[in-house]
T-cell receptor, first 117, second 115 residues
Framework: GENVEQHPSTLSVQEGDSAVIKCTYS??????FPWYKQELGKGPQLIID?????GEKKDQRIAVTLNKTAKHFSLHITETQPEDSAVYFC????????????????FGKGTLLTVNP | DSGVTQTPKHLITATGQRVTLRCSPR?????VYWYQQSLDQGLQFLIQ???????AKGNILERFSAQQFPDLHSELNLSSLELGDSALYFC??????????????FGPGTRLTVL
C-alpha cells in the first residue's frame, strides 16, 4: 500500500519567514495530494490540494509543488503569521482514473509548525 | 466550520463496553470516511461508505463496524473496547466516491477515552 513520509516533524520560524514542509510517497498510482492544517482540539482542515496533472498550485501565501518523477511534494508558506501555527499533514490518494477502487487518503505523520512573533 | 458534524464531542467509557459515534456529512456529500487519530499511529483510515454502501476498508478492527443510513448520516460502532482504542475519531465527507476531485472535509472529531 501507499506510504507517505513527511519532514520535518517540527518546524519553528520567525514571523514573516517562509516555511517549507516536504513529503514523499511510494505509490506511483497516487495522483491526488491534499494538505491539511489541524489546530489544537479541531479536525483537519483542507488548505490546498494538487493533482498530478499540474506541477504547482498557489493560493495567496500558500503554495504546493509536485514532482511526480521523484514522488515528492512540498508545502510552502510565505510571510508566516502566528495564526499559521498548527500541525500540518500531507496526504496522498489514488483518483478515479488511476485504477482500483480504494480512494483512501494516506497521511504523513504531521509537522508541528510554530511561528514565533 | 467544514459542515461535517460529529457527536458526541467527548466519550468516556470502560473496557469491554460498546459505544456508537455519529457523523452527519456536509449537505450534498455522498461519501463518508472514518479515521482514527492517535499519537503513535497518526491519522489512520478505517472505512468509507458511499451512498449507503461500503466502498473501502482500511485498518479497521473486527470489533469495529460502521454503516451509512438512507439520510446519509453514518455511525461507527466500537465494541469490546480496550485501553488502546482511546483516540480521536474523525469523520470526513466528500461529494464523490473518490474524494479526489473535491477533497475530503473533516468534522471536529470525537475524543474517546477508555478507562
Amino acid at each position: 500500500g501507499e506510504n507517505v513520509e513527511q519532514h520535518p516533524s517540527t518546524l519553528s520560524v520567525q514571523e514573516g519567514d517562509s516555511a517549507v514542509i516536504k513529503c514523499t510517497y511510494s505509490d506511483s498510482a497516487s495522483n491526488y495530494f491534499p494538505w491539511y492544517k489541524q489546530e489544537l482540539g479541531k479536525g483537519p482542515q483542507l488548505i490546498i490540494d494538487i493533482r498530478s496533472n499540474v506541477g504547482e498550485k498557489k493560493d495567496q501565501r500558500i503554495a504546493v509543488t509536485l514532482n511526480k518523477t521523484a514522488k515528492h511534494f512540498s508545502l510552502h508558506i510565505t510571510e508566516t503569521q502566528p495564526e499559521d501555527s498548527a500541525v500540518y499533514f500531507c496526504a496522498a490518494s489514488r483518483g478515479r482514473n488511476s485504477g482500483g477502487s480504494n480512494y483512501k487518503l494516506t497521511f504523513g505523520k504531521g509537522t508541528l509548525l510554530t511561528v514565533n512573533p | 466550520d467544514s459542515g461535517v458534524t460529529q457527536t458526541p464531542k467527548h466519550l468516556i467509557t470502560a473496557t469491554g463496553q460498546r459505544v456508537t459515534l455519529r457523523c452527519s456529512p456536509r449537505s450534498g456529500d455522498l461519501s463518508v470516511y472514518w479515521y482514527q487519530q492517535s499519537l503513535d499511529q497518526g491519522l489512520q483510515f478505517l472505512i468509507q461508505y458511499y451512498n449507503g454502501e461500503e466502498r473501502a476498508k482500511g485498518n479497521i478492527l473486527e470489533r469495529f463496524s460502521a454503516q451509512q443510513f438512507p439520510d446519509l448520516h453514518s455511525e461507527l460502532n466500537l465494541s469490546s473496547l480496550e485501553l488502546g482504542d482511546s483516540a480521536l475519531y474523525f469523520c470526513a465527507s466528500s461529494v464523490g466516491v473518490t474524494g479526489g476531485s473535491s477533497g475530503q472535509f473533516f468534522g471536529p472529531g470525537t475524543r474517546l477515552t477508555v478507562l
